[in-house]
């Protein structure tokens, strides 16, 4: 399986508004609502930013949101800060009983 | 709070197998999916393989089936990975990962630190 498409890179200024899409297809992001989003700073492990594609585990800023429209889902990072700049990683259940993971989004705040 | 620690990581050579162990405490361990997931140096995230909760059910990557096998001990709260036939790809840090819980087994809420394997001869 081949992982979730993602842009390599995007970037903001502080207090702006970025989305991040994740595009897969009907045997993954289309078919199930089981998208979930994860940031990781340098040489940290991942957090879970989302969950059942718009979920937000307590304590995450709701400054995170998501969303799924047929085989992509976006992320989206509103009033954007510099604790934000980070790498992001969607994923999706797959129809194989599997996780695919998309390859990353490095997010830079100018 | 919960805390996943990860061991057994280390530099092996191709071909040969590892194992790696994952020491779970701060939650009814018995009550959760948990999941192995990958990164290679510089590279992005990779789910490696999940166990139900009552270790019932076993999935696993792609890149991984037929040569890694997930296990876990419900009396010990501890979470295994066993690495056979390793290959210089599989160099990786392994991550031991808990779901959210509530039915939501796909997505992964609890981090370890992970734990280095490097495959070279």
């Known amino acids: 399986q081949s992982a979730l498409t993602q842009p390599a890179s995007v970037s903001g200024s502080p207090g702006q508004s970025i989305t991040i899409s994740c595009t897969g297809t009907s045997s993954d992001i289309g078919g199930y609502k089981y998208v979930s989003w994860y940031q990781q700073h340098p040489d940290k492990a991942p957090k879970l930013i989302l969950y059942?594609?718009?979920n937000r585990p307590s304590g995450v800023s709701n400054r995170f949101s998501g969303s799924k429209s047929g085989n992509s889902a976006s992320l989206t990072i509103s009033g954007l800060q510099s604790e934000d700049e980070a790498d992001y990683y969607c994923s999706s259940y797959t129809r194989s009983t599997t996780i695919l993971f998309g390859g990353g989004t490095k997010v830079t705040v100018l | 709070q919960v805390q996943l620690v990860e061991s057994g990581g280390g530099v092996v050579q191709p071909g040969r197998s590892l194992r790696l162990s994952c020491a779970a405490s701060g939650f009814t361990f018995r009550n959760f999916g948990m999941h192995w997931v990958r990164q290679a140096p510089g590279k992005g995230l990779e789910w490696v393989a999940i166990i139900w909760s009552d270790g019932s059910q076993k999935y696993y990557g792609d890149s991984v089936k037929g040569r890694f096998s997930v296990s876990r001990d419900n009396t010990k709260d501890i979470l295994y990975l066993e690495m056979d036939s390793l290959r210089a790809e599989d160099t990786a840090v392994y991550y031991c990962?808990?779901?959210?819980?509530?039915?939501?087994?796909?997505?992964?809420?609890?981090w370890g630190q992970g734990t280095l394997v490097t495959v070279s001869s």
């Open positions: 990962t808990r779901d959210p819980g509530g039915g939501s087994w796909q997505s992964m809420l609890y």
């Open positions: 059942e594609v718009s």
